[in-house]
C-alpha cells in the first residue's frame, strides 16, 4: 500500500491508530481522506470498561473467588472422588435448572474442597463460607464450556460470564479454576453452558427470555446450579 | 509481521502485554477493543453475534497477553482470531456482512451503482456461507478489510501464493452464480 492515492486497509489504518503504521503514505493519505480518517476516529472509545472484561483481570466475580488450584491438587481430588453428576440428577431439582437442550448425555461434576477436605456436592446440602467449588465437566461432543454467575429474581436474572474455555473432545475436563465462597450472600447460582461456539451474556439473555424458539437450541446445553451458603461451622473443620 | 514498534502509549511497558499487572485491563480494554468491535461489525453486522465475537476475542487476546509481543503482532492476531470466529457464525448461519470494501487488491468487482453494489454484496455473502476456511478468510481480509495480498499472508501466516490461490478459488466460486444473480435487472 505505498500508493497515497489508493485506502490503506483497515488493519494499516488500526496500526496507525496505535502508532505502528508500516507504510509512510498512510498519514499523508488520512490528511487527505475523510473516510479513512473517521474510520480512525472512531476506533476511540470512551465507553467504561463492562464488566465481562474487568471480571478477566480481578479475581472475584459477584461473591466469588476464583483460585487457581494446582494440578497437584486437582489429581488428589480426582483421585479421591468418583466422577459424579449423571444430568438427571440434578433436573430432579426444579429449582436448579432451567431447561435443557440435549445432545448426548454431558454431566457436570461438582467438587468442593473445604479446608483440607474434598468431597462431591450431593446437590443439597448448604456450603460454608471458605468453600472452594470446582467443576468438572463431559462435553460429549460440545467444544466450549461457558459459566455464568447470575443474581436477581427469575424474572430478571442477570449473567455474568466468569469463565469460558475448551473441552476435551473426549472424557472429562476439570476446568483449571476454582470458586471460593465468601459468604457475602445466602445464595450462589451458576449457570453452566456447554455450547460450540463463543456464548456472551447477549445471548444466554436473548435465550433465556424465549427459551423454546427454534434458533440453535440443539447446539446449547445448559444447567443451572443453585447452592445455598451458610457462615462456617465450628472449629472443628 | 516483524519488527519492533515504539510503543509510547502505557500499555506495553516492557514490549508485553505480560508487563502489565491485571489492573491494566482498562487500557488494553481501551487500546484494543475499538479495534476488535470494528472488526467484527464489519464481518457480522452490528449484531448480538458482533459483540459475542468481540467478547470473545478480547477474552482470548487477555489470555494470550503473555505472548504476543508487538503492535503489529497484537493487531494481526486480533484480524486472524476474528475472523476465524466469525466463520463460525457464518457456518451456522449468520450473515451480516455490513459492507465490502472496494478499494482492495485483487479481483475485487467495482460496482458503479448502488443496486449493482448490494447485488454484489449478496453474491458474496451467498458464496462466504460456502466457502472452506482459508478461502473465507481471505475473501474477508481482503473484500471485507481491504487487506492486500501480502497483508493477508502475514495475518494468516502464509505465503503470498497460497493467497493469490485462495482467493482465485473464491473468485471462480463467485463467477459460478448465475450471472443473473450478479447483474442489476
Redesign the interface.
Known sequence: MSDASRHPSRLELDLHKLGAAQYPTTSSHLQGCSTCSDHVKRLSTNKSVPRWATGLAKPSSRGWRRRVVVASSIGAMAAAIALFLASSRTEEQADEQRYTTVKGMPSVGIYVKRTARSFLWDGTDPLQQGDRVQLSVSGEGFLRVTIFSSSGDPSDQKFERIYMGPLQPKGVTYLPTAWRIDGASDREDLLVVLSHEAVGENKIHKHLRNPNRNDRTDKLWMRQLVFRVQAPESAEQ | MSGS?????PLLRSGTISSID?????AV???Y???I???CA?MLGDS?DA???A??T??RL?AKRETVR???A???WI?RTSTR?AF??YR?GIRHVSYI?H??EGPVERGSTPESLVLLRDVFVKVLAIAPRREFECAV?NRV????QS?IAD?LKVSDRTVRRLLTQFQQRVDLVPSSERTAS
Request: net charge negative.
Open positions: 514498534v515504539e510503543l509510547g502509549a491485571s489492573e491494566h485491563i482498562e480494554y481501551g487500546r477493543f475499538g479495534i468491535w470494528h472488526k464489519r448480538d459483540k459475542d465475537v467478547q470473545e478480547f477474552t487477555w508487538d503492535e503489529r497484537v493487531v494481526a484480524y470466529l463460525a457464525r451456522a470494501e478499494e482492495a481480509l478489510d481491504g487487506l492486500t497483508e495475518v
